[in-house]
């Protein structure tokens, strides 16, 4: 009897659907490296040195090994024994830019962190490498970038719940953020 009503001929195929993912709850500690910035990021990351051939001294990833994701860091000094603020601030606006081609849009808002630096926010919808960057400035000595990028080629609506999860402790890190006065 139960043969006879399993083969039915009402099958209706299933939606496309995606792996579920299980965020942890917030929680950050304060950069220990000597730096010449801190800041607090997330718990559930890892601070590592910069391999790029390009590496520069002071330049980390923030990993997060669950997410397959990585915020690469540079800093840059400006003044004195450094670049001027105009050329640091054209080469992360340039960099922003050349993802115009892959993006639909591109969202920027300039902020004020609560220990008086200047803070940019640019978030980029499509699909694109990065979805979302940042940098904050001193504007006289210290300049500090930061880009969000994935090991992966998902579609960005799949990783959307992570995005959203970094970018909330990206904030964090950017109202933390201090740097030396050396």
């Excluded at 997330?42 to 790029?52: A, I, K, L, Q, T």
């Excluded at 490498?129 to 940042?134: A, L, N």
């Amino acid at each position: 009897m139960f043969l006879c009503m399993a083969c039915g001929e009402n099958y209706l195929p299933k939606p496309k659907g995606y792996n579920r993912i299980d965020l942890p709850e917030f929680a950050f500690t304060t950069l220990e490296e000597p730096f010449p910035y801190r800041f607090e990021h997330s718990v559930h990351s890892r601070v590592e040195p910069d391999h790029f051939n390009a590496s520069e001294p002071y330049w980390i990833n923030l990993h997060y090994p669950e997410f397959g994701a990585k915020v690469h860091f540079t800093y840059q000094p400006i003044g004195v024994g450094g670049k001027s603020l105009r050329m640091v601030l054209e080469d992360a606006v340039n960099l922003t830019a050349q993802h115009q081609v892959k993006a639909y849009g591109i969202e920027e808002r300039v902020l004020r962190t609560p220990h008086g630096y200047t803070g940019v926010v640019a978030e980029l919808s499509g699909e694109v490498p990065t979805q979302f960057q940042f940098f904050v400035t001193d504007s006289t000595r210290h300049f500090l970038r930061g880009a969000l990028y994935f090991e992966t080629a998902v579609k960005n609506d799949s990783l959307s719940p992570v995005i959203e999860y970094i970018k909330v402790d990206m904030m964090h890190l950017m109202n933390t953020v201090q740097f030396n006065p050396k």
